[in-house]
């Protein structure tokens, strides 16, 4: 599956990015049994923080490509967690964040820019329930954050 997700990936314009480290006390990652939990990842673009708040100055499109790059992140984290792709059995539950206005409800189509690049990269155990909240600010200005909850094969 490494293979098949990161060339469906690349197939679609899209590479995984370098990891760096946690800001914060925390660990990027815990598997537990058969399950892994991946930290919030914020959205970034060339090295930088993708900043802004929904309804002010970002439309839903950048929401979008801010959650993408979020998803991005997330699987470069299953990668690194895991070794290999292979391993990630099913996208079970993403929790997505999105700084915006008190009126802008959109929240779930700015998701969706996660949503349908775990579906591309990993078919249907890409499909998975998930959250998504407006929130009046986020780490460092960012417009976006997503964690995740992933079965994996032992």
């Not at 802004?52 to 984290?77: N, T």
């Not at 895991?82 to 802008?104: E, M, Q, W, Y």
């Not at 959250?131 to 976006?144: C, E, M, N, Q, R």
């Given at each position: ?5 990161e ?5 679609a ?24 939990y991946i930290s919030g ?18 439309d ?13 992140f997330l699987?470069a ?26 009126d802008f409800?959109?929240q779930?189509?700015v ?8 579906i ?9 329930a998930?959250?998504a909240v407006?929130?009046?600010t986020l ?7 997503v ?6 094969h032992r």
């Amino acid at each position: 599956m490494t293979d098949s997700v990161e060339s469906r990936l690349a197939a679609a314009g899209h590479q995984l990015p370098t990891l760096g480290a946690p800001i914060a006390a925390y660990v990027p990652t815990v598997l537990a049994g058969d399950m892994l939990y991946i930290s919030g990842q914020v959205c970034q673009a060339d090295g930088a923080i993708i900043k802004g708040r929904l309804g002010e100055d970002m439309d839903v499109a950048a929401g979008m490509a801010a959650a993408q790059s979020c998803g991005l992140f997330l699987i470069a984290q299953m990668k690194a967690a895991l070794g290999d792709l292979a391993r990630v059995k099913r996208i079970v539950k993403l929790g997505a964040f999105i700084n915006s206005t008190a009126d802008f409800t959109q929240q779930p189509q700015v998701a969706n820019g996660t949503s349908e690049l775990m579906i591309l990269a990993f078919g249907d155990a890409g499909r998975h329930a998930r959250s998504a909240v407006g929130v009046p600010t986020l780490p460092l200005g960012a417009a976006v954050e997503v964690d995740a909850i992933v079965e994996v094969h032992r």
